[in-house]
């Protein structure tokens, strides 16, 4: 019975069937393009979705009574996460690493008021700066901007297993709101580097050429900045992730000045209004 019905199904059904859910592709792409690091190209990731569109509407069968855009759903986010995994080249050891030379970087800017420099950061590592320059590139290479950290994350961790219910829904969105609000409320310096690095995905050197310093710097300042960013978001929606002050020096007072401004960007309807209904992120 099921086997007569699929083979009912005609070509020119089957090409409407992929005309009718092209939109579908770019959607899912989008909406994982926006964790994903600047390295990873649009196009690869269209092309492994359109192929896994048409994939799905060659074995689609309608007397199973599933609708076909949650069948081909299903197929293309499996496609994207499979091309994801041959893109996620860092090795173990690699991410090990870089979890050191953040727990270190955070253990030295507690220490010494300010962001270490590289010299500092090598020295108290116990590696040369040429080393830890080269490991700074891969993490780059390798790194996803999670909404709850800003940490490292494998391709398992972008694609949902399942539709997200109306209140995760909210929550996702609200997150994505937030997000915009701490990168506004960012120092003017930082927020450029934010901007030009992660969303005009320009190179470090355009960067410090603009901002007149080193390159080393900008290296500096985007760290400093990532950092600042995961406080400010955990300050918000995961208050218990946060450290409690020991003292109320200047840098703790800066960073209760940050987690304010954030706030004073606006309500849960302003964080809300940063993306459509589904939550896709609006074009500003």
């Avoid at 099921?2 to 409407?16: F, G, L, P, V, Y």
């Avoid at 009718?20 to 690869?44: I, K, T, W």
């Avoid at 960073?255 to 209004?273: F, H, M, P, T, V």
Wanted: with cysteine.
């Amino acid at each position: 019975m099921t086997s007569s019905i699929a083979t009912k199904t005609s070509s020119a059904e089957r090409e409407e069937l992929v005309r009718s859910h092209l939109p579908l592709v770019g959607h899912l792409v989008r909406e994982m393009l926006g964790r994903l690091p600047a390295h990873v190209l649009r196009e690869d990731l269209i092309s492994a979705g359109m192929a896994a569109l048409a994939g799905a509407a060659r074995s689609f069968d309608p007397g199973r009574g599933i609708p076909f855009g949650s069948f081909a759903t299903t197929r293309i986010r499996g496609a994207l996460l499979d091309e994801l995994r041959g893109l996620d080249w860092a090795s173990r050891s690699v991410r090990t690493r870089a979890r050191r030379v953040e727990t270190t970087q955070q253990e030295l800017t507690a220490a010494l008021g300010r962001t270490p420099t590289q010299n500092e950061l090598a020295e108290a590592l116990g590696v040369a700066v040429e080393e830890l320059k080269s490991l700074s590139e891969d993490v780059q290479r390798s790194v996803v901007l999670s909404l709850q950290g800003f940490t490292a994350g494998t391709a398992e961790d972008l694609v949902p297993e399942r539709t997200a219910g109306p209140e995760e829904l909210i929550l996702h969105r609200e997150r994505i709101g937030y997000l915009h609000q701490a990168v506004t409320a960012l120092p003017e310096r930082l927020r450029k580097v934010v901007t030009a690095y992660f969303f005009d995905e320009r190179p470090m050197s355009d960067i410090a050429e603009q901002l007149g310093v080193t390159e080393s710097r900008v290296s500096q300042l985007r760290a400093e900045a990532l950092m600042l960013l995961r406080d400010g978001l955990n300050n918000h929606l995961d208050p218990h992730l946060v450290e409690a002050a020991r003292d109320k020096g200047c840098v703790t007072r800066r960073r209760e000045a940050y987690y304010a401004n954030i706030a004073a960007q606006g309500d849960l309807s302003a964080r809300l209004s940063m993306t459509n209904p589904l939550g896709v992120p609006r074009s500003f």
